[in-house]
């Protein structure tokens, strides 16, 4: 395949909007979201399910030409699942080529391998309470690098107990930055900051700063 006749494959595209990030490393800095459409889970407590189908086809120039508009340098490419479609490794590396800080969302249910090493990858790591924790991929995890995140999205204080006991038998706090969250207006915020507390877990709590702000607003 010619250079040229890559750039014109297409991706199938949700949205692309800017918007300041909410969750992980990142939170608060403006930054411009490219939603791939699409995702092989179905997890109990997901927020962005307006996105496992529909979109519109983008050649990856035509994203880079959209996220170059906002005129930010933060880039998160996230989903659905973003891996899951081909031409994604590629527009990672390209975002990173044009000089943006860039961040992939990840369910883990995929290889994430073959990401580019510039690209932070934040990768969600499926609770019990989501219903699909038998996706995890687990090989994922003798990949990280410092510049990963690993998120939890807990439903109750079985989701807790399971999160807490993965993050001491991988040495997941070793390894990069454990971030836990509660499902928004399911588990109460307080409960699991008190939770991590008397633990004394090596971990990040966060709430999702964009729900605080916008609500379920377009996931933003």
């Excluded at 800095?29 to 529909?54: E, I, M, N, Q, S």
């Excluded at 687990?138 to 995140?149: C, S």
């Excluded at 915020?189 to 939770?195: G, R, S, T, V």
Aim: aromatic share 6%; with cysteine.
């Amino acid at each position: 395949m010619s250079e040229v006749a890559d750039r014109m494959e297409t991706l199938r595209i949700t949205e692309i909007f800017r918007s300041l990030q909410g969750e992980a490393r990142q939170v608060g800095w403006p930054t411009v979201f490219v939603r791939l459409t699409g995702c092989p889970l179905r997890c109990g407590w997901c927020d962005t399910t307006y996105a496992f189908t529909g979109g519109e086809a983008w050649t990856r120039e035509a994203i880079l030409a959209e996220v170059a508009g906002h005129g930010v340098e933060h880039v998160t490419v996230s989903g659905g699942e973003p891996l899951a479609q081909r031409g994604c490794l590629e527009l990672l590396g390209e975002l990173c080529d044009a000089g943006h800080r860039v961040s992939l969302e990840t369910s883990g249910a995929l290889d994430i391998t073959g990401v580019d090493p510039r690209v932070e990858r934040v990768i969600d790591l499926k609770a019990p309470g989501s219903g699909e924790a038998h996706q995890n991929r687990w090989a994922n995890l003798e990949d990280l690098r410092p510049a990963d995140q690993v998120k939890f999205v807990l439903a109750d204080r079985a989701d807790y107990e399971w999160a807490r006991d993965v993050v001491a038998e991988h040495g997941l706090d070793r390894r990069c930055e454990v971030l836990f969250s509660p499902v928004h207006e399911g588990l109460a915020a307080q409960e699991l900051a008190d939770w991590i507390v008397t633990d004394a877990l090596p971990v990040r709590f966060q709430v999702q700063l964009h729900k605080l702000l916008w609500g379920d607003e377009a996931g933003r």
